[in-house]
Each structure stands twice: as structure tokens, then as C-alpha cells.
């Protein structure tokens, strides 16, 4: 059933006197999948559809031509899709599989195979954890942060520091700001202007001084091929690095999923510049094409880490790749 946060956080005890946390309840969970599915609906009305007709009448050469068109326009990606239908289909014809529902089954396996590339937890046990949060305008940097701050915090019982190092605009650290009292989270901000790398350092050290579990970085977006940006973004990450040995700790990259294939491209140069750890993919939600979580990893080898299905906040999510197949295809 779904992954849970617990299963997405490496920790050691829990800090500060908190709670051990508690693994969500079979109930609980159950309401999470559904409220994928409602979210995911863009994605699922396309998909699903398409794939139930196909597979579920007489399988012929046409069936794999529109189940390929079906992945493809749901962003699956080329490469991908060819090679989950390819394998499909030699299953099919040499036996073994057949009828509509092991069919079905079959897919929605080896679409969330795809997905499962590298190590996808987020390690927090070292003292400060630092994340690192990178991606371009509007992608959900910062309502990323708010909501994971306000999981590990509430929820967990972390001791949380959130760092405004998106210093150009004043409604960006305002933004910040807000999810910071939310979450019951330390602040750290620098005057307007200042270099971001300064205020990340500052943010770093206020969380060594208090003690703090994990320190969320937060950034300026940034575009892609913006070379200067993209070398001030590396600039942020070596003061963190020399501050503390090993951070940042995660790197996450947020990337918007109604941008299809340009996320892609995004997820590549930013590798290029950063080391990037996992991906956050967000607003699955506003788009039809959701099946880019699933082709995103295999194309990058970059794991999803979270995913983002609405503005709520418990519309992030950890991502689970068998959970999410289910969600789209079922
Ligand atoms: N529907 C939907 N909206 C989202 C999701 N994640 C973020 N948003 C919205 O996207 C908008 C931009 O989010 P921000 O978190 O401000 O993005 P950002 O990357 O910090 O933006 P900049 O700092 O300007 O680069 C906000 O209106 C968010 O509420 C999601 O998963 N689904
Ligand atoms: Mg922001």
C-alpha cells in the first residue's frame, strides 16, 4: 500500500523529546490513495481509459500502436514507452499473459519499474540535515519547503530551520516566512539584495547554534540556461559544503510536471550544474500528462523523491512508483 513518510525519512531517534512517529493508519492511507487518484484524474481520465479499451478488446498489432499513443501523450516519454510496450507485447505473444485484467496488471508493473531508479529516501541523520532546494520560477520551491517543514516538524518532531536565500524578491521571503510560523519553524532571512550564498550561511549556522534536526534551503528560481544564476546556484551549495562537511545532505529539484518534456531538459542541466539527489515533481494535478513521474527517473536516472498533487498541504507527498502506476492505470 502507500509508501508513508516514515518510510521516506532515514532517522535516527527522534530529537528533542518528540514521539516516536506513528506509521499512518491502513484508514488513513486508503484516503491518501484516494485523494491521488481524485488528483491524478487529468491523467487517469486520458490514460486509464485508453488503456481499459485497448487492452480489454481482441489484441492485434492496432492494440500496442494506441497503447503507445495512450503512454505517449500522457508524457510517458518515447524511450520509455517503447520499451514498457515492447516488453508487453513479447509477454503477450509468447504466452504467459493475456485478458484484460493481467494485462492491465502487467502494465501498471512495468511502468512503476521504470520509476524505481537509485536510493529515494532522504537521509536526515546527520545533526544539522541540510536540504537544499533548487528549480526554476514558479515550480514550487517554496510551497515544497513549507510543506515538508511543516511534516517533519509537526508531525515528526524535528526541530526545523527554513532559510530564505531567495533574497531578490521581498514577497518570496514573506512567502517563506508564512509556512515557517505554520510549521513552527526557526527563520533565518537577510536584508533584500544581499548574496544568497551569505544568507544560506547564516541559515546553516543557525541551525548548528540551535541545535536543529534539519535546515531547509530555499532559492531564487532560476532558469535552466541562465549560466550565471545556474554558477551562483553552485556558489550556494560550496559555502554550504565548507560550512559543514557533506552538506548539503539532499538536493532536491522541483520541476513542474505540466511542463512535460521541457522538465526534462530542465533536470538535466541542472544536474549538470549541482549535484541533484531526487526530484520533486509537482502540480500532477493540473496536467494530463502525469506520466512523466513515471519516465522522468528512467530517463535521468534521478529518483522522485515527492510528488505534488494540489495546494494543500497534504498534496506532497513521497512518491511511490508502484502506488502511483496504480493510480494512473487502475
Ligand atoms: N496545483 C498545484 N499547485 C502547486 C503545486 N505546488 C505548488 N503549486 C503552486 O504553484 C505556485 C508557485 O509555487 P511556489 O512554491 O511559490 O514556486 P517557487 O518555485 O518557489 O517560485 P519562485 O520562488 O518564484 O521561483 C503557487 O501558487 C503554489 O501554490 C502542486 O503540486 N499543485
Ligand atoms: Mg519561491
Sequence with gaps: ??????????????????????????????????????????????????????LFEEVNDETWERLEEALIYADVGARTTAQVVGQLEREATEGGISGGEALTVRLTELLAGIAR??????????????????????????????????????????????????????????????WAQRAGAQFVRGPEGTDPGSVAFEGVQAGIDGNADVVIVDTAGRLHTQDDLMGELAKIRRVIGKQLPDAPHETLLTVDATTGQNGLRQAQLFSQAIPV??????????????????????????????????????DLRPFDADEFARALVS
Design 117 to 178: 531508479v537509485g536510493d529515494d529516501h532522504i537521509d536526515l541523520r546527520s545533526k544539522p540535515s541540510v536540504i537544499l532546494m533548487a528549480g526554476v520560477n514558479g515550480t514550487g520551491k517554496t510551497t515544497t519547503t513549507g510543506k515538508l517543514a511543516h511534516h517533519l516538524s509537526r508531525e515528526l518532531g524535528h526541530r526545523v530551520v527554513l532559510v530564505a536565500a531567495d533574497t531578490f524578491r521581498a514577497a518570496a521571503v514573506e512567502q517563506l516566512e508564512l
Design 1 to 54: 500500500m502507500a509508501r508513508e513518510w516514515s518510510d521516506l525519512f532515514i532517522t535516527s531517534a527522534p530529537a528533542h523529546g518528540a514521539a516516536a512517529p506513528q506509521p499512518e493508519s491502513t484508514e488513513r492511507r486508503r484516503g491518501m490513495f484516494a485523494r491521488l487518484r481524485e488528483n491524478l484524474r487529468k491523467t487517469r481520465q486520458a490514460l486509464g481509459a485508453e488503456i481499459q479499451a485497448t
Design 277 to 314: 539527489s531526487g526530484l520533486v515533481l509537482t502540480k500532477l494535478d493540473g496536467t494530463a500528462k502525469g506520466g512523466i513521474a513515471l519516465a522522468i527517473a528512467g530517463e535521468l536516472g534521478i529518483p522522485v523523491k515527492l510528488i505534488g498533487i494540489g495546494e494543500q498541504l497534504e
